[in-house]
């Protein structure tokens, strides 16, 4: 090739670099331009709010709740601008928060963990409580009685309230033969409060609302099932007591299932402690004779309600039950609380024999 012929493959080059250059320059500012443009205020005129970010709440369930409030445009860019400012801990808290704020304020504040409340307090109620425990552990750690707390979630109102606001709170609960309306509705987790002044509705909804976002995960399901969600929740209460470890409750759920399909009483302990009102390690043959809808040795199917308040696992287990032949099981309450799974009555009855005598 001659060096005219150089040149002029050095200028094709040459322009397709400077256009390359402009091109990628005129795309990067537009990106940048959109980028800023989605962490300008969301409105221009907004009230103040209180935005709560949970104990263990995640960068990007955080940003997606600031979407869906309508404190800021884009949840994406919310998330880069932290990354970009090497925000990596949510400081857990209540925050004054307003849609005239930039994301880049909103992100300033509750990752500096600016929270409105520094009298907030953290209060745990574990799986498988009843509702009167519940209202015990919130009085221990509230201004509030427990007998309050229990009256106000076991009142009218409060039970009309929630059937009217949450898809999952039916008629059922109002069955008179219920010793607390609201029993299993009520999410166990740790929760972060304002101060020791919240009040027991408040508490009340906070844990309904979990609830919700719980269930919502699984509302398909619960749609197609041939239970409704109230009979999920009471199922999901019964695998929270018998089974000790996550990996059994599949197991165990597939056990009632068995037992619901064939026309077998489930038989369940569980279903003891709310018919007798306490809790016992091993309960007697009387014990299984007591007269209560909530005695599934007596009563056929599923009991009149919850027995306590299911987690996750079992809300899950109680929708997905694994597929076995077993229909008894026990667990090793003296040793290991490992779960011994049978198929016959004679096969559980030389298991126990052996395991619990």
């Known amino acids: 090739m001659?060096?005219?012929?150089?040149?002029?493959?050095?200028?094709?080059?040459?322009?397709?670099?400077?256009?390359?250059?402009?091109?990628?320059?005129?795309?990067?500012?537009?990106?940048?331009?959109?980028y800023s443009s989605m962490l300008n205020p969301?409105?221009?005129?907004?009230?103040?709010?209180?935005?709560?970010?949970s104990q263990g709440s995640s960068i990007t369930s955080t940003a997606e709740n600031l979407q869906s409030e309508g404190l800021i445009k884009n949840s994406l860019a919310f998330r880069i601008h932290a990354k970009l400012e090497n925000y990596n801990n949510l400081q857990a808290g209540f925050y004054e928060i307003s849609a005239t704020m930039s994301a880049k304020d909103i992100?300033?504040?509750?990752?500096?963990?600016?929270?409105v409340f520094p009298?907030?307090?953290?209060?745990?109620?574990?799986?498988?409580?009843?509702?009167?425990?519940?209202?015990?552990?919130?009085?221990?750690?509230?201004n509030s009685s427990s007998e309050d707390i229990l009256s106000l979630w076991n009142s009218s109102d409060f039970i009309d309230q929630a059937i009217e606001d949450y898809w999952f709170v039916t008629e059922e609960v109002k069955d008179p033969?219920?010793?607390?309306a609201l029993n299993g509705y009520l999410f166990p987790s740790t929760y972060?409060?304002?101060?020791?002044d919240v009040t027991p509705q408040e508490a009340g909804r906070i844990m309904l609302d979990q609830m919700e976002k719980v269930l919502s995960k699984y509302k398909d399901q619960i749609d197609a099932a041939s239970m409704t969600p109230h009979q999920v929740?009471?199922?999901?209460?019964?695998?929270?007591?018998?089974?000790?470890?996550d990996e059994d409750r599949p197991i165990v759920s597939g056990v009632f299932y068995n037992r619901l399909n064939t026309g077998m009483r489930l038989q369940s302990c569980a279903t003891l402690q709310m018919a007798l009102g306490v809790h016992k390690q091993i309960y007697s043959t009387s014990d299984m004779q007591v007269d209560s809808p909530y005695n599934t040795y007596l009563v056929d199917g599923l009991p009149v309600g919850p027995g306590n308040s299911p987690g996750e696992p079992s809300i899950d287990a109680a929708l997905n039950p694994e597929e076995h032949d077993y229909y008894y099981f026990l667990s090793d309450i003296y040793g290991?609380?490992?779960?011994?799974?049978?198929?016959?009555?004679?096969?559980?009855?030389?298991?126990?024999?052996?395991?619990?005598n």
């Open 119 to 142: 009298d907030s307090i953290n209060v745990t109620f574990p799986e498988g409580k009843t509702i009167d425990e519940m209202a015990a552990i919130l009085g221990e750690n509230t």
């Open 177 to 180: 033969n219920l010793k607390y």
């Open 2 to 34: 001659n060096s005219r012929g150089d040149v002029h493959v050095r200028k094709k080059t040459a322009y397709f670099l400077i256009g390359f250059i402009i091109f990628s320059a005129i795309a990067f500012a537009g990106i940048y331009a959109a």
């Open 336 to 356: 290991d609380n490992k779960t011994y799974y049978s198929s016959t009555l004679e096969e559980h009855n030389r298991l126990k024999s052996e395991i619990l």
């Open 233 to 245: 929740l009471t199922l999901a209460s019964i695998i929270e007591y018998e089974a000790i470890f």
């Open 42 to 53: 969301a409105a221009s005129q907004a009230d103040t709010l209180v935005f709560e970010v």
């Open 192 to 196: 972060q409060f304002k101060n020791k």
């Open 107 to 115: 992100a300033q504040k509750i990752f500096s963990g600016d929270a």
